[in-house]
């Protein structure tokens, strides 16, 4: 189980209970935020500010939890539409990061990633170019 940082005391019990519960249901799937970035339309970033109380997290993303967990939507939407009317919006809520230190990728990582992607294209495009060369008529010359 993730050893999470206490809430924010800005955030209202609404908001609190709701960060709890997605919390609890992070922790049930087994998966790192990393994984479950991955596994939703939410990066691991977001998923960070969500479950530290740092930004209210939208519909969506406890819908996408709730899925990826198996839970019940109904139950957690109930507690969004209670927290939504309570979250302190506009307010600067200071949060570190959350999670186990594990889930922090390795300094770098996002620049590799880019650079893999960036070199990996250019190899699909000459070798794309190369074989549109090779089925070119040869002019007559």
């Keep these: 189980m993730t050893r999470w940082r206490p809430l924010p005391d800005v955030l209202p019990r609404e908001a609190r209970h709701l960060v709890e519960q997605l919390r609890a249901l992070k922790d049930r799937t087994g998966l790192s935020l990393a994984e479950l970035a991955r596994r939703t339309a939410y990066s691991k970033s977001s998923w960070q500010r969500y479950l530290s109380g740092a930004k209210q997290p939208p519909r969506g993303a ?8 198996g839970a019940d939507q109904a139950r957690l939407l109930a507690l969004w539409d209670l927290a939504d009317s309570t979250w302190p919006h506009g307010v600067p809520v200071a949060a570190g990061p959350v999670g186990p230190m594990a889930d922090a990728p390795p300094a770098g990582a996002e620049h590799r990633r880019w650079r893999a992607a960036a070199l990996v294209s250019f190899g699909v495009i000459v070798v794309l170019l190369a074989g549109l060369l090779w089925m070119l008529p040869v002019g007559s010359g």
Excluded at 62 to 69: E, H, I, P
């Design 62 to 69: 406890v819908q996408a939890l709730c899925r990826v967990a």
